[in-house]
């Protein structure tokens, strides 16, 4: 696959840490094209889900695989993207639902075929920043975001997912990655923690450019 039908860089980490403001810098600082993660939920699956989890699980997380599968095809035709959350990111949910009952074995088995046919027809993104936060931090900046459906949701889910998101990120060998410890950052506001940000990931794409190309010598 050529270069420039690859997406460049996959902004992830749990909800809340901030993963939209970084794709806004990015796509200033490297002149990528920006996708805000994709949210058509026209059926309110995701408010359904957080009242009765068995019950809307299944829809719920099959609905946000297709979109995100459709949105990540649509990153690599244009080329030289960054995006917000990605199509690789979507099991660390259906891992999380299914260890604690809001999927049964058989929907999850569902899902995973559908996942793993997806996943032939991409390719994954040449770098992956990962955004490390706390869970407290993580709720603090949900709750000033205030989005009703997320402020409602108890902390041990949160907590969970967060903690799904570090074993996730633990065994990632699909490329690249760039973990960012970011509870202590506003980079948004503040001048000097943009201008990290931005620097540690130039860095990364630097090395990945190096790897690339030492590889095709």
Do not use: C
């Not at 009765?52 to 244009?78: G, H, S």
């Not at 960012?180 to 503040?190: C, F, I, K, M, T």
């Amino acid at each position: 696959m050529q270069p420039n039908n690859s997406v460049e860089i996959v902004v992830d980490g749990v909800t809340g840490v901030g993963k939209s403001s970084l794709v806004k810098i990015i796509s200033e600082e490297f002149d990528l094209k920006p996708f805000s993660e994709l949210f058509e939920d026209e059926n309110r699956l995701l408010h359904k889900f957080f009242y009765d989890r068995p019950k809307w699980a299944f829809p719920m997380q099959t609905n946000f695989l297709t979109n995100r599968f459709k949105q990540y095809k649509q990153a690599m035709k244009v080329g030289h993207a960054v995006m917000d959350r990605s199509i690789y990111s979507d099991r660390i949910f259906a891992r999380m639902y299914l260890e604690y009952g809001y999927l049964n074995p058989e929907e999850y088995a569902v899902y995973n075929n559908l996942l793993n046919t997806m996943l032939d027809h991409v390719s994954p993104p040449n770098l992956l920043v990962y955004l490390r936060v706390n869970t407290d931090e993580a709720i603090r900046r949900i709750h000033r975001r205030g989005r009703p459906d997320e402020v409602e949701v108890e902390r041990e889910y949160w907590d969970r997912l967060n903690n799904f998101y570090e074993t996730n990120y633990k065994d990632f060998n699909l490329g690249k990655l760039l973990i960012l410890q970011v509870d202590n950052l506003d980079y948004v506001h503040r001048p000097e923690d943009r201008e990290y940000m931005v620097s540690q990931i130039r860095k990364a794409r630097e090395e990945m450019i190096s790897s690339i190309t030492a590889s095709g010598a």
